[in-house]
């Protein structure tokens, strides 16, 4: 069945843009234009659509208030908005009923990319119980500007490294994390970098932006409402998690690409718990208490409280902020890998990690975190390169 896309811009010649851009799709989507928010609310009274794509500035309806309509008549649907920077800073300390932004102007691979993503995503992004949760939240998590101007470098037809690089020096936190991370043991680089351009080269782009997306989170967080929990400590659990999961990747492929999704989503595997206690602090407490009471694993009694585990939430709003698939399924598997079929997933490999994080890093603890899954290990065949993986992870925790 042919996914079906709505856009809407006022400007006839962008219409006229899009339509010529996504012509080669049209065996693959079905796509409809109109030019202004009450014809499109026409079309979603009339007809399910899986994206609609508008403009931040129409007359009459605007982007913000068109989109809130299309989230209260079709709740299902991707929505994404187009604007420029200055438009897209507003939006994102405002507006809750755009999944994704896209800034202007954008190029048919930009805009082709974008939706083949969120589509590629349904099975999360449609998720009932996920999108239950997420309605609840005061607002989606303000992403920090550093990450927006980042990720406008890399929509670009000829992304500069060195031009990301340099943004994120003008951060003094963010540069300071990047060469502490970038320089840590765990990379085994044999060169001391002390350029954050370097850092950006080396580290990999999806990695950058999880490290920006992590620290900016972390930082919002208001401990005083969470007593006796350790953001460090997670943040900690995190970066290693991410560290082994590169060095498992890196002993089962020669896939840069992959290693670096690994990497990424082994970071930012528990992303999800760090939006529910930055926003949902009341009603995550009763699971960090249910947790304290008895011992974990903490992924049950979130199923419990809350009917969704913060591997749901966090690829949930990763996909939305537009991270590439194995990064997003790396996220929503690391506690079921089956969920993504046979062979060598970014889910296995953070699964993996994951556990490993834990039993190394913490072999005295009494918490009981979630085990491996041996039978799906065993399933794959890959029961046998767990020593292996065990070693070489021994190694870089010590």
């Not at 970038?182 to 490290?211: D, M, Q």
């Not at 920006?212 to 290693?240: A, N, R, T």
């Not at 089962?252 to 990497?263: L, P, R």
């Amino acid at each position: 069945m042919k996914r079906k896309i709505l856009f809407v811009d006022d400007d006839q010649n962008i219409l006229d843009s899009f339509r010529t851009m996504l012509h080669s799709k049209r065996k693959e989507w079905k796509c409809s234009y109109v030019n202004s928010g009450a014809e499109g609310l026409k079309l979603i009274e009339q007809e399910p659509f899986d994206v609609v794509i508008a403009d931040m500035r129409m007359p009459g309806i605007d982007g913000a208030d068109f989109l809130k309509k299309v989230a209260d008549i079709q709740p299902g649907t991707v929505r994404m908005i187009l604007s420029g920077y200055s438009e897209m800073q507003a939006l994102l300390k405002s507006v809750k009923y755009a999944h994704q932004f896209l800034s202007k102007p954008c190029s048919s691979e930009i805009i082709i990319n974008a939706i083949r993503r969120v589509t590629g995503l349904a099975h999360i992004l449609n998720d009932e119980s996920v999108r239950t949760v997420v309605a609840r939240l005061d607002a989606l998590p303000v992403l920090p500007d550093l990450y927006i101007k980042i990720s406008q470098e890399l929509q670009r037809s000829e992304p500069n490294l060195k031009r990301v690089g340099e943004l994120a020096e003008g951060d003094v936190g963010m540069a300071a994390t990047l060469m502490k991370v970038v320089n840590s043991s765990f990379f085994g680089f044999y060169e001391n970098i002390s350029s954050p351009v370097r850092a950006v080269i080396l580290l990999g782009t999806e990695a950058v932006k999880g490290l920006i997306l992590g620290v900016h989170l972390m930082e919002k967080i208001d401990l005083s409402l969470l007593s006796g929990y350790s953001v460090e400590e997670l943040w900690k659990h995190s970066l290693q998690t991410g560290y082994l999961a590169k060095t498992i990747a890196r002993l089962e492929t020669t896939d840069e690409a992959f290693v670096e999704s690994c990497f990424t989503a082994g970071m930012l595997h528990d992303v999800g718990k760090l939006v529910f206690v930055t926003q949902m602090d009341s009603l995550y407490q009763p699971v960090l208490d249910s947790v304290r009471q008895i011992g974990g694993p903490i992924v049950d009694f979130e199923n419990n409280e809350l009917g969704v585990s913060h591997a749901e939430i966090g690829a949930y709003l990763l996909g939305l902020w537009g991270f590439n698939e194995n990064v997003v399924t790396g996220v929503h598997g690391h506690h079921a890998p089956a969920r993504y079929g046979t062979g060598l997933t970014s889910a296995l490999v953070v699964h993996v990690a994951n556990t490993l994080q834990h039993e190394l890093g913490y072999p005295e603890s009494n918490f009981i975190f979630s085990p491996m899954d041996m039978e799906y290990l065993a399933a794959q065949g890959m029961d046998e390169r767990l020593p292996d993986w065990i070693e070489a992870c021994k190694k870089h925790m010590e």
